[in-house]
């Protein structure tokens, strides 16, 4: 029987494996794809899913981590939980089609009526996928979850790149959306060989319902909070403005998608496991804290020190106009990696009512920052992010270590090196990229060239800082690579 850390291990191993790839797929296709959509586009595609995609977060109603949090489910419960999933889910897709009215009112724009009416397929598939993912979760089989994500990936980014080539505009967006839903959907009864037999018992699905809800409208205020942005932007701007925020948003959050919702979704059981061993789990809290600030602390110092690079070699002038806005958004996204794992761990220790609490805060506070920036214009609406999220951010953490028996110092003293060896690079990145020092590489001629050499220069600067001043982190995980190889 492998040890809990190995599954950890390997379960993170094989999702970074097939998110790599994916990922990496997926992204030079979005840039493919970006280069030929305006940014209305993307505009239109969020005013059409501001309502629908909180109807989306609440549609599983937390049940597929109430399945996981449970200790032992039987195949009728499993059942039952499925067909209340399944009524949910049509009801919700049923309510597309008055809510896309609603949603073409408030933002004056009638052309989002088609394209909300559209999700309402995303919802049936979504319900769909509760009980089979919430399986392979709690078997903690994540090589087939990522084997899964991977394949649905590649095949709805090459359909979206075939559609954006026809002209699709947004419905590029939302119908690469229902492929990959519909893929995913299949897949997962494929691999999971869960099927429900013809049982529903309310009654079973109460205990689930119960500790489920708590997640289910944490998360969604947690998404009225995260969308407050886009919807008083949305009434306020044209489309193309709102799909330059938009956008810029969604790049700087690669990291934290990519990478910190990985290692949350992987590590969501093993804290579940822990629930009743304290020190078990406050070890793998820390643990896990600063393995996500190692991973994600110099991709978003980079992207704030190479931004401007990034953006001019990967997208075309139209997209120029949101190199400010995505280097600030880097800054502000580094508080959201290390405080996202906060709500994961109450959770799987039976708490959801505090996260739902920190939400409800977040979510009043957030959205009044954002309807007083909105307008001042493009720029001023990342100001909440760097001033009312990061106060936020700081203030859930330290309530959460706190409850958790951890001391601050404790806290403060296991990332220190991720910050450290991340100001080091980005001193000398910023110092080395400075066109007054070394004007003779600013012309175009050498843009590729310079900006690859720092890639590679920042690379050294922090593995390099990890060898000489935490080496024994390094050889912890080296030994635990060695003890808990990936291979099946």
Request: proline letters at 4%; hydrophobic letters at 50%; glycine letters at 6%.
């Amino acid at each position: 029987m492998p040890s809990l850390e190995s599954q950890i291990f390997k379960g993170v191993s094989w999702m970074a494996f097939f998110n790599l790839f994916s990922q990496g797929f997926s992204w030079a296709i979005t840039i493919l794809i970006a280069r030929i959509l305006a940014p209305g586009d993307y505009g239109l595609m969020a005013m059409s899913t501001i309502i629908t995609g909180y109807a989306l977060i609440l549609s599983d109603v937390g049940l597929g981590n109430a399945v996981v949090q449970r200790m032992e489910v039987t195949k009728n419960e499993l059942s039952s939980v499925f067909w209340f999933s399944i009524i949910i889910s049509t009801f919700l897709a049923v309510s597309c089609f008055p809510v896309s009215y609603l949603t073409s009112y408030i933002m004056h724009e009638p052309r989002v009526i088609p394209i909300t009416q559209t999700t309402s397929l995303i919802f049936i598939f979504a319900g769909l996928q509760i009980v089979p993912s919430a399986r392979l979760h709690k078997e903690m089989n994540f090589k087939s979850l990522g084997l899964i994500d991977m394949n649905c990936t590649i095949i709805s980014s090459l359909c979206m790149f075939a559609i954006a080539k026809a002209g699709g505009g947004v419905w590029t967006l939302i119908l690469g959306n229902v492929i990959k839903s519909l893929l995913r959907t299949i897949l997962l009864f494929r691999k999971s060989q869960w099927s429900p037999i013809w049982h529903f018992n309310f009654t079973e699905s109460k205990p689930f319902l119960s500790f489920g809800i708590l997640v289910a409208i944490g998360r969604s205020v947690f998404y009225l909070q995260e969308k407050s942005d886009r919807f008083f932007a949305g009434r306020a701007w044209e489309s193309g403005k709102l799909g330059l925020y938009t956008f810029a948003l969604e790049i700087a959050q690669i990291p934290t998608e990519k990478i910190t919702t990985i290692i949350n979704n992987v590590t969501f059981p093993a804290f579940a496991k822990l629930q009743n061993d304290q020190a078990g789990f406050n070890k793998l809290y820390l643990n896990i804290t600063k393995v996500t600030a190692t991973l994600v602390l110099p991709l978003f110092v980079g992207g704030f020190v190479l931004g401007e690079d990034l953006i001019r070699l990967l997208f075309n002038e139209k997209w120029y106009p949101i190199i400010p806005l995505f280097r600030i958004l880097c800054l502000s996204q580094i508080i959201t990696s290390l405080n996202a794992l906060n709500s994961f761990v109450h959770s799987a220790q039976g708490r959801p009512k505090w996260s739902l609490y920190y939400n409800i805060v977040s979510a009043i506070c957030m959205a009044v920052a954002f309807f007083l920036a909105v307008p001042y214009g493009l720029y001023a609406i990342t100001l909440p992010w760097v001033t009312v999220y990061l106060v936020l951010c700081l203030g859930w953490i330290y309530i959460s270590i706190k409850k958790f028996g951890i001391p601050l110092s404790k806290y403060l003293v296991n990332i220190k090196h991720p910050f450290i060896a991340t100001a080091i690079m980005a001193i000398i990145l910023f110092i080395l990229h400075s066109k007054s020092i070394f004007p003779m590489f600013s012309s175009k001629l050498f843009v590729y060239p310079v900006f690859v050499g720092l890639i590679m220069l920042g690379v050294v600067l922090y593995c390099g800082y990890f060898w000489f001043i935490d080496r024994e982190f390094v050889f912890s995980l080296k030994k635990f690579i060695k003890r808990n190889p990936t291979a099946e």
